[in-house]
């Protein structure tokens, strides 16, 4: 496998220098010819909200698509769904649309397993895992908890009767939060 070399960052800043305000535009037109992420990101820097909701209901969609697709088969790509979150944290820089799209991954991992029976060790070991990414984020401010509290308790609740441990450690780990945050609401606690 060839090796590209890759122009590093004080070389690239030497080259635009030299160029004059026409070929920047130019070069910067053709970079967003080619890579979706850099549309996302120059998108948002220009037109923020629209760009930032289109792309998170973009986002949404396509995970919900990859547990229930339209087409006939289901390949449950769960490598690309954490990507998909991933890129959207980095181009959008929106923390709570993050959790929000980390949580949304888990609570549709939940009605799969509720609609098709149970999966596997390392399906539900990505739920938990990222169950848990969500539940650390809430732990750092009590209005992120506050507002996802609801959809934490939902995921629990309909993860009741699902095998390889799965319902126990989100209950677990929802639990353990919930002592921080405890507003006498007896329905959480």
Not at 77 to 88: D, H, P, Q, S, V
Not at 90 to 113: I, P, Q
């Amino acid at each position: 496998m060839v090796k590209v070399a890759k122009l590093k960052m004080p070389e690239l800043k030497k080259h635009l220098k030299h160029y004059n305000q026409k070929e920047l535009i130019k070069l910067i037109t053709e970079v967003y010819k080619l890579n979706d992420e850099v549309k996302h990101y120059l998108s948002i820097k220009f037109n923020a909200e629209d760009t930032k909701n289109d792309l998170f209901e973009k986002t949404k969609e396509d995970i919900k698509d990859e547990y229930f697709p339209s087409k006939e088969t289901s390949k449950l790509r769960l490598g690309r769904m954490k990507k998909e979150i991933a890129n959207f944290k980095k181009v959008t820089d929106d923390y709570l649309k993050t959790v929000d799209l980390e949580l949304f991954y888990v609570e549709m991992g939940t009605e799969y397993t509720n609609s098709f029976g149970d999966i596997g060790e390392g399906f539900y070991y990505s739920m938990v895992s990222m169950f848990q990414k969500v539940v650390e984020e809430c732990e750092k401010d009590e209005e992120v908890f506050q507002h996802f509290k609801d959809r934490l308790y939902a995921v629990v609740v309909n993860s009741d009767g699902i095998g390889w441990g799965y319902h126990d450690a989100l209950e677990e780990i929802y639990y353990s939060i919930c002592w921080l945050f405890d507003d006498d609401d007896e329905e959480y606690i």
